[in-house]
């Protein structure tokens, strides 16, 4: 099984529309992170979360809202979906307790805002 | 604010042949990564930089680190059609998020 899973794993929504995506762990790292992928601009970091009760804004957090559900949980949100949103979302996680900090990344959810 | 800036962002190489690329940032980090994506899918991690001069090595790839120069390369050597992805470097030393590079693309044809 793998250690981080995202659902969905495609969605086509229209402008608008509420949309969240999911990403759970198995690994037990305390430290998640959102990402957006665009063609040419590499990842960008949205959001991110220390434990719980950490959550902290990414270079690019305008229009997303997150929520850290549980330790091996971490959301996010688009309150209304815009068509310059759509992208490659990427989940990951890292080990507070690491030696590397090394970011281990979930399959990724195709999102298209039409 | 970091900036990462990858050199180049397509290579088409033929199998084989060696090749170079570089990764610099703007920012002191005391530490880099290097992760790999094929087409469609995750990012997978290949290399972790810990301190100026590392080098480390994997099959046909080699990646080094100058933090001074605030440079990495990945160095390929005889390219195989296997290694064709795109490779990002990630320049980071804290936990809060990393910031990555555009890319190479690179294509490695028979």
């Known amino acids: 099984d793998a250690d981080v899973t995202q659902t969905p794993r495609n969605r086509i929504t229209k402008t608008g529309k509420r949309i969240m995506l999911e990403c759970s762990q198995t690994?037990?790292?305390?430290?998640m992170y959102w990402y957006r992928q665009d063609p040419g601009l590499g990842l960008r970091l949205i959001y991110y979360?220390?434990?719980?009760?950490?959550?902290n804004k990414g270079e690019i957090s305008d229009g997303y809202s997150v929520s850290r559900q549980a330790q091996a949980k971490f959301s996010l949100s688009l309150e209304s979906a815009i068509p310059n949103q759509t992208a490659l979302y990427f989940c990951?996680?890292?080990?507070?307790?690491?030696?590397?900090?090394?970011?281990?990344f979930g399959p990724g959810t195709r999102l298209t805002v039409l | 604010e970091l900036k990462v800036e990858q050199n180049p962002l397509f290579l088409s190489m033929q199998e084989g042949k060696n090749y170079t690329i570089y990764c610099n940032y703007s920012?002191?980090?005391?530490?880099l990564y290097w992760y790999r994506q094929d087409p469609g899918k995750s990012l997978e991690s290949l290399f972790v930089l810990l301190s100026n001069g590392a080098v480390k090595q994997e099959g046909r790839l080699m990646a080094s680190l100058d933090t001074k120069a605030r440079l990495s390369t990945l160095h390929i050597t005889a390219a195989v059609h296997d290694l064709s992805a795109t490779y990002f470097c990630?320049?980071?030393?804290?936990?809060?998020?990393?910031?990555f590079g555009k890319g190479t693309h690179l294509i490695i044809q028979p």
């Open positions: 979360s220390f434990d719980v009760k950490d959550i």
């Open positions: 920012t002191t980090s005391d530490r």
């Open positions: 990630a320049p980071g030393g804290g936990a809060d998020g990393l910031t």
């Open positions: 690994k037990g790292h305390d430290r």
């Open positions: 990951a996680t890292s080990d507070l307790g690491g030696a590397y900090n090394e970011q281990f």
